[in-house]
């Protein structure tokens, strides 16, 4: 991941108009799109701590991302980080189920190269 940089600030930048930035909302980070929703900002809407396990050939961090968008449909979304230190390589791996048909996608901020593995069930 990278950071796209800093917002040229404005008096919308510290506004309740702040999240209409691309930047500042969740399109400038590497976050799901759930049925066309951002992650909602605040505190209330962080993710939560699954699981954390750190070894010396990797590290696993999975997180319940649900709670941090306000599509009701959205029965589970949980996002597994899997370093493996002997590769070395990232895999990010999103699991979510909806109540019915729902758009899913993600951003993504990186200056590396990354390929998309199938759908995976």
Known sequence: NCDPGAEVYTMD???????RSDLLNSLGHSVPVVAGQ???PGPKFRAQVLAAVFTPGGDTLKLDLKG????????T?????TFD????S????DRFEFTSPRDFE???VSYETFTKIDDLH
Do not use: G, I, M
């Open 106 to 108: 993600s951003a993504l």
């Open 85 to 88: 230190r002997t590769a070395p």
């Open 13 to 19: 930048t510290f506004s309740p108009n702040r999240y």
């Open 77 to 81: 979304l949980d996002r597994t980080f």
């Open 90 to 93: 990232l895999t990010v791996a």
């Open 68 to 75: 941090a968008y306000e599509v009701p449909e959205l029965k």
């Open 38 to 40: 951002l992650q909602s």
